[in-house]
């Protein structure tokens, strides 16, 4: 057994090194998986500050991954097309720069965390998990629909946005960028969980009645950690979107949730790391499994019921030293 | 609170509560098991509803939730050492911290203990250390009221000292008001200004603790 902490640092060094040793032997392929990876990992590190700190057991953060992937996906077909996305009195452009679509791409999904949030933790358990999953579902359905932008087909872009100072379309810069990102994100939830606000959030997964007898309102915890939450998905949604320079109704799938909530569980729930360690595990298992066969996800399934019975921390829990994981 | 009656489903289980507690006093409500002295104190902390009338310091408390009425400076001390037990010592204290007069040095001044124990899991420790965290964290919300419900029940005598040294300093040093539901008779006439005791539901005597004299303690409470 390892500290946790230096597992962590492995992780992440690992996580960059992998690439960077692509981008040297022109292997652009092992760069994109890496990217793929990442991405993922932001998706799941956004669901870890819900599910391991709040106790929110959502199967609707799809919905948030697509919120942003379609923000992404709109601002730059307009900025591409140069059709304005609002006419009338006030013209409002498209966008190709990042920042910006990151930007309004967070800001989006947070809207849509706070009016989501406060009516789903309106309810607790299944029903929380079935408002969620409703919600993600009305999205999917919506977006099928929805023919300025593609619908059931999806939405392609041409390019990949712009970043200032950098060329997105080396594969290794948008990874760069991606990595950077999750590791800001990481270094945030680290401070976040030892805030007293994180403290208070932990407390209110463990008891709520505890946590109003001392002047605390758990639904309120519980629904800033949401918005924190569905954010942070919401921005891993975007990135998405640009590396497969598409978007299409799948990201707002249930589906999309499942395989989000599978990162978190496998590599460790509350876990710092752990979201970081069951997406790259994934996103490893589909690529050399499913290169042997089709139905790879049965590996996956047997995969993820080992973990779930003998190893409650998940994979970062098997190696690394720490207090044990909730259930 | 005035003639307050609450419920659990059907069931009544107070039939008219009458308790009064001025600044910086501290009442013992005692009785007899099962009479209502823990659904008294959920009453007081908003935890179940009442009807009835409860006023802290000028504020309608009857209708307000649970949290708010923390807020308004009730600080409770559950019964069963309910501490949140994947937090460590510290941070079960910072969770529920509040600007004002207490902080973590003051709490582990009251209790060192705690300061040994800072870094360890609130869920691996001994009863009394739960306890103590259990008090701390009330403390550390910085209340008016503090309200302690069966606080030393099961523990061991030493650890059960510590505790009542302790809400004797805060008596002293602080003049913080305290409630205390508790069955250590000869402490709680030590420590208690006033007493209030509850049979099936109601109010069936209240008056200064000095005036509780062992036979009458006997004849109401059994002990």
Redesign the interface.
């Given at each position: 057994m390892i500290p946790e902490k230096l597992l962590n640092l492995v992780v992440l060094a690992l996580l960059l090194a992998v690439p960077y040793w692509a981008s040297l032997n022109d292997a652009p392929f092992t760069i994109t998986l890496a990217t793929r990876a990442t991405i993922f990992a932001l998706a799941a590190v956004g669901l870890n500050i819900a599910l391991g700190m709040g106790g929110m057991v959502s199967l609707g953060h799809a919905l948030f991954f697509g919120i942003g992937g379609y923000t992404m996906g709109i601002l730059a077909f307009h900025a591409q097309s140069f059709t304005p996305l609002i006419d009338g009195p006030m013209v409002i452009e498209g966008t190709k720069s990042m920042p910006v679509i990151w930007a309004v791409a967070m800001g989006v999904s947070a809207l849509a965390a706070l009016v989501i949030g406060a009516l789903s933790l309106r309810t607790a358990g299944v029903y929380f998990i079935m408002i969620t999953l409703a919600f993600g579902q009305m999205l999917f359905f919506f977006t099928i629909s929805w023919s300025s932008y593609g619908g059931e087909d999806g939405l392609s872009i041409f390019l990949r946005n712009e970043f200032p100072g950098l060329d997105t379309l080396v594969p290794f810069n948008f990874f760069a960028l991606c990595y950077g990102l999750l590791v800001l994100v990481i270094l945030f939830n680290a401070r976040f969980a030892r805030s007293?606000f994180g403290?208070?959030l932990?407390?209110a997964r463990?008891?709520p009645?505890?946590?109003?007898?001392?002047?605390?309102?758990?639904q309120r915890l519980k629904l800033v950690a949401f918005v924190i939450s569905g954010t942070i998905t919401g921005l891993a949604g975007a990135l998405f979107a640009d590396l497969n320079r598409f978007v299409s109704p799948t990201m707002f799938s249930w589906q999309t949730s499942g395989e989000i909530m599978v990162f978190v569980i496998l590599g460790g729930v509350a876990r710092l790391c752990g979201p970081v360690v069951g997406a790259v595990a994934f996103v490893m298992l589909e690529h050399f499994l499913g290169g042997l066969s089709e139905f790879w996800h049965i590996y996956l399934g047997l995969l993820l019921l080992l973990i779930v019975l003998f190893a409650r921390g998940g994979l970062v829990g098997l190696v690394a030293r720490r207090?044990a994981a909730?259930d | 609170m005035k003639q307050v009656t609450a419920h659990y489903g059907s069931a009544q289980a107070l039939f008219g509560v009458d308790l009064e507690l001025r600044a910086g006093e501290v009442l013992a409500l005692m009785g007899r098991n099962g009479m209502g002295k823990t659904t008294t104190v959920r009453s007081l902390c908003r935890m179940i509803p009442v009807n009835g009338e409860m006023t802290f310091d000028g504020h309608d408390l009857s209708r307000l939730p649970s949290h708010k009425a923390a807020r308004l400076g009730i600080g409770l001390v559950p019964e069963g050492r309910r501490c949140f037990a994947g937090l460590t010592v510290t941070e079960n204290l910072i969770a529920a911290a509040r600007r004002g007069y207490w902080n973590l040095s003051g709490i582990r001044t009251l209790f060192p203990r705690l300061a040994e124990r800072r870094h360890q899991l609130a869920g691996t420790l001994s009863g009394g250390e739960q306890q103590m965290v259990a008090i701390g964290r009330a403390l550390m919300t910085n209340p008016r009221l503090l309200v302690l419900d069966e606080a030393t029940e099961g523990l061991a005598p030493i650890i059960r000292n510590e505790i009542w040294t302790a809400l004797a300093r805060l008596k002293a040093e602080t003049g913080l008001s305290i409630i205390v539901v508790d069955k250590q008779i000869g402490e709680m006439r030590q420590l208690c200004d006033h007493a209030v005791v509850l049979e099936r539901g109601s109010t069936t005597w209240a008056g200064p603790m000095a005036e509780l004299t062992p036979a009458l303690s006997a004849q109401l409470i059994g002990v």
């Open positions: 007293p403290l208070a932990n407390a463990q008891s009645d505890r946590v109003r007898a001392v002047g605390l309102n758990p207090g909730h | -």
